[in-house]
């Protein structure tokens, strides 16, 4: 076993060991570091995508391609009109036969009107 002058010794030599401690120091731009590091984990995919949309020559194209596609829309049905109307109206006519319905105000007789 130890004695009690051995442990005495012991604590001695512990607590000398400690008498010149000092407080650790960081370096000064860690906290910048860390601070940053953060920043650049919260920002997500949603942020990145809304601001490349918004840089203006990317929304400027967007606009333009847009318009572009309405024009095509717009041309593209003109030049079907007359085959269009002409099938429509035919579809209606056949429609209203089919149903009984009265195609038109001309039609229907207000003055006899029944409410039965």
Same mark, same amino acid.
């Given at each position: 076993?130890?004695?009690?002058? &051995?442990? +005495?010794?012991? =604590?001695e030599? +512990?607590?000398?060991?400690?008498?010149?401690?000092?407080? %650790?120091?960081?370096?000064?731009?860690?906290?910048?570091?860390?601070?940053?590091?953060?920043?650049?984990?919260?920002?997500?995919?949603?942020?990145?995508?809304?601001?490349?949309?918004?840089?203006? %020559?990317?929304?400027?194209?967007? =606009?333009?391609?847009?318009?572009?596609i309405?024009?095509? %829309? =717009?041309?593209?049905?003109?030049?079907?009109e007359?085959? %269009?109307?002409?099938?429509?109206?035919?579809?209606?006519?056949?429609?209203? &036969?089919?149903? &009984?319905?009265?195609?038109?105000? *001309?039609?229907?007789?207000? *003055?006899?009107?029944?409410?039965?």
């Amino acid at each position: 076993m130890t004695t009690g002058k &051995n442990i +005495t010794q012991e =604590v001695e030599k +512990t607590l000398d060991s400690l008498d010149g401690i000092q407080r %650790a120091e960081a370096n000064p731009f860690l906290f910048t570091r860390i601070k940053a590091k953060m920043q650049r984990q919260q920002d997500n995919v949603w942020e990145k995508v809304f601001s490349f949309i918004t840089r203006p %020559a990317i929304a400027f194209a967007v =606009v333009l391609l847009v318009m572009g596609i309405n024009m095509l %829309a =717009v041309w593209g049905s003109g030049a079907n009109e007359n085959l %269009a109307t002409d099938t429509g109206s035919a579809n209606v006519s056949e429609i209203a &036969n089919e149903y &009984n319905l009265i195609a038109s105000a *001309e039609n229907y007789d207000y *003055e006899n009107f029944n409410n039965e």
